[in-house]
Structure formats: structure tokens, C-alpha cells
């Protein structure tokens, strides 16, 4: 059985790490209290870069990333673990007004929660362009956190922006609680990423860890998987069905020890119409099957064994109004 968290998926980042001497180490601890960690979580408006930050800081895909606003529904967190001390991450949905409905409600809700009770706020602001009205609902929700709390505007997509320093400047203007301000490009430059996880670090208050430190993220293997499948539908399904698809994996079956087969995974896409189900199959079924290879690809990186994909299409009408399938989904309401 492949555990998704276990130790085999950590690349890179750590190698790099700093050595932390002794006397780090020992400041502000005592016996029964050794170690530090502490809630950081990642808000900003829609495609600013949340989840790719999220995934430089871990060093390994946890939260879906496609070019589509939306695609993150559940406050993924991802679990940083590094001599004593723990940093765990909430990647919220992105803040926006319009919807109503359950869904819509949860996600909502999603980040209300994400935000409650953190250490430390990273307000991610593209750097491409100046601040839009959902910037301005971001920074008035700032407002609104428990007093204490930390906020660093992350200035992303540094890479490609004109004028960073004139945009940062207005981002700054809407929340001038900002404990710090950096730009960064989270797609292109880890090494900023690394920096800002130091500086995370190392001011972790006391505390004891929230998760067993091998932990990398606190979805379940199918959900992570779900999530994967999902991402590949959006990528290659663009405009046609943008938000109306969810994915659950049903079944799992693991080769016997020592057997050389793959795992079969079987996963369900949810679609509303009859019409959606014929556009996610495709013409005699080319769509799904490169849905299918796409995800499987992913999976097969990051589990390092062979995967049997199984998809099928599901017509399940106006699902993201009914409580009971978003609840069979994970959306916990
Ligand atoms: P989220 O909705 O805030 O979670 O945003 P995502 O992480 O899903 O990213 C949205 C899009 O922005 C994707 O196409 C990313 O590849 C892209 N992106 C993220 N970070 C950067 C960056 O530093 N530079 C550039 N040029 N693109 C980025
Ligand atoms: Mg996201």
C-alpha cells in the first residue's frame, strides 16, 4: 500500500535547507515544550498563485493548480515539518461574491475557517496588474482577523510583471497592517519561496505539533487523487463545462505485496446534463481517455508505481445544490 504522505514524495527542498545551529534550537524552549509550529494561512483573490505558492513552499503538488480561477474547494493544508519545528498551510478557495449556492456557501465558509485562529496571514496579490474589487473584499476581510495576527502581502508573478513596484505600492494602500511586503514569483523563483519559509520558521511560536511530523497533507489519498483527475478534466475541458465536474474515487484496489500489477483506481465524474456527460467522454471517448492519461501521468510520478485509471462519467443533476453529494464528495457542510 502506497501512503501519499509518507517520505518518498519529499524532494528537494530540504537538501537545501539551512543548518540551524544549536543556539536557534534552544531559544525559548524547555523540557516539556521543545518544539514550535504554528497555522499559516494563504488568502487572496482567484488565480493570484495560492496553490503554486503552497506547492513551492512544500515542495510537492498538493493543491490542484490549473490556468482556471476556482479550481481550489477545500482548504487543502499542507504540513511543512523541519527539526522541531512544524509550519502547517491553509490554501482557501479564492474569495469571490457572486454565487449562491451550497457550494458557493461552503467555500465561504472554508475560508472563514481557514483564516480563524492563524499565526500568520499570506495575502498573495498579482503584481500584473493593480488591485481589482475583489482585491479590495480580500483587504477588507484582513481587517476583520483576530488582532494579533500577522499579514505579509505576497506580491506574486513577479516574473511577468511591468510595474511591480507601482502595483505593490496599491496593494500595500488597501492594507497598511501589513507586517512585511515582498515580491516574489512563486512559479519561477523558489529560492524566494525557501527564504520566506525560513523567515516563517523561525518565528514559530512554542507549541507543540499539530501533525505526526511525516505528514505532508491531511487530504486522504483518494481525495488528493480526486483532486488530480479534476484538474486534468479542467485543463483539457477549458470553456466547455468550467465549474459543473467533481470527481470521487469509489474504489481502490492495491496489488498483493510483492505482486507486479498496478493499482485500480475507479473514479466517478460528476457532471449536470446528458450534454456534458457526451462533451467529458468526447468523440468516441478521446476526450476522457486523454483526461484519463493526464491524471494518470501525475499519479504515476508522484506514487512511483503503475496505476489503472478507471473513469466514468456520471450524470448527477444540479449536484452542487444538493447537500448529500457534497457531503459524499468531502465538501464537509
Ligand atoms: P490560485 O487560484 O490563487 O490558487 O492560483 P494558482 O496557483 O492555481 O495559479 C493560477 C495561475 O497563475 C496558474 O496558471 C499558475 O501557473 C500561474 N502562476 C502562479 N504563480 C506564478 C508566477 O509566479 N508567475 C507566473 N508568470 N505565473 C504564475
Ligand atoms: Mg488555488
Known sequence: MTDLNSDHLDEGPRDIE????TADAAEGESEDQPTRSGFVAILGKPNVGKSTLLNTL???KVAPITPKPQTTRRGVRGIYTFEGRQLVFVDTPGLH????SALDDFMRREIRDAVADVDVVLWVVDLRHPPTPEDRAVARMLGSLTPGTRVILVGNK????????EALGLYKELFPGAERVLAISALNDPKAVYALRDDLMEALPPAPFYFPPNIRSDQTREQWVAELIRESAMLHLRQELPYAVAVLVVDWRDPEPGVDEPAVITAEIWVEKVGHRRIVIGKAGAMIREIGRTARKQLEIFMDEHIFLELDVVVRPAWREDREALRELGYEL
Not at 18 to 21: A, G, I, L, M, V
Not at 158 to 165: E, H, Q, S, T, V
Request: charged share 30%; aromatic share 6%; hydrophobic share 25%.
Open 18 to 21: 539551512p543548518e540551524r545551529t
Open 58 to 60: 512544500l515542495g510537492v
Open 97 to 100: 461574491h457572486k454565487g449562491h
Open 158 to 165: 513577479l516574473d511577468a510583471a511591468r510595474y511591480p513596484d
